[in-house]
């Protein structure tokens, strides 16, 4: 259903830095680096992010959050301590989600500049 998604945060240095470490046990790299703006995806980017005045404000109760595809639950497990030892604070440990379903393996964190972003794999254990 969509095509990208873009976010603006002030520093895309250290930006640059946390989703560098976070995404590449995700597999996406890194296809676009300008002096204010990243893309990152697989083949084609997906996801935008460029320096912005104001971005956003963080939002702990506003329901956003970004949610990447795992290729299996160990990348959701190295998507989640990459993402901590990068400036990410913990949202949710990797674990089982049976709320959301009986193989949804998801863990959460949040970027340094204060998005949700989530890492899932659905395939059983």
Do not use: K
Not at 33 to 52: E, N, P, Q, T
Not at 91 to 106: C, M
């Amino acid at each position: 259903m969509l095509d990208h998604v873009s976010i603006g945060v002030r520093d895309i240095a250290a930006t640059r830095r946390f989703y560098d470490a976070a995404f590449a046990p995700l597999g996406y790299d890194r296809l676009s680096d300008g002096a204010d703006s990243l893309g990152y995806g697989r083949g084609g980017v997906g996801f935008w992010i460029s320096r912005s005045e104001r971005p956003v404000p963080a939002d702990d109760a506003s329901g956003l959050h970004f949610c990447f595809a795992a290729d299996d639950r160990a990348a959701v497990d190295a998507f989640h301590a990459a993402a901590l030892a990068a400036g990410g604070r913990d949202n949710g440990a990797p674990g089982l989600r049976a709320d959301y379903g009986a193989n949804y393996y998801a863990a959460f964190v949040v970027d340094p500049d204060g998005y949700r972003i989530e890492a899932y794999c659905g395939q059983p254990g």
